[in-house]
């Protein structure tokens, strides 16, 4: 295994919620995010967390609906995800190392795990 490891994808209707965790034990560094790519799409930045501080950021398109946190005693990461939309259908990623939502800027990620939300 990486030093990410992903889980708590799966399927919900439109409105429902989901959480999704990231194990991050093997992984020494404070800056981590959450990131997704839907089918045909380019990769985004959704939420980051500094695990020093706890600064958070966000997306405009999830702001209000998504709330990135952690867990220091596990080394883990939350995306707690609501009012989820069709929209937010996407393979999400969690990765570390970068600096805000910039995808590029990440040097681990985990192996994603899917969201799919139906209307």
């Known amino acids: 295994q990486g030093p990410l490891v992903e889980s708590g994808g799966g399927s919900v209707q439109a409105g429902g919620s989901l959480r999704l965790s990231c194990v991050a034990s093997?992984?020494?560094?404070?800056?981590m995010g959450w990131f997704r790519q839907a089918p045909g799409k380019a990769r985004e930045g959704v939420a980051r967390i500094d695990r020093l501080t706890g600064g958070t950021e966000y997306a405009d398109s999830v702001k209000g609906r998504f709330t990135i946190s952690q867990d220091v005693a596990k080394d883990t990461i939350y995306l707690q995800m609501t009012t989820l939309q069709p929209d937010d259908t996407a393979m999400y990623y969690c990765?570390?190392?970068?600096?805000?939502?910039?995808?590029?800027?990440?040097?681990?990620w985990g192996q994603g795990t899917q969201v799919t939300v139906s209307s």
């Open positions: 990765a570390a190392g970068g600096v805000g939502l910039s995808v590029g800027s990440y040097s681990y």
């Open positions: 093997r992984y020494p560094g404070t800056r």
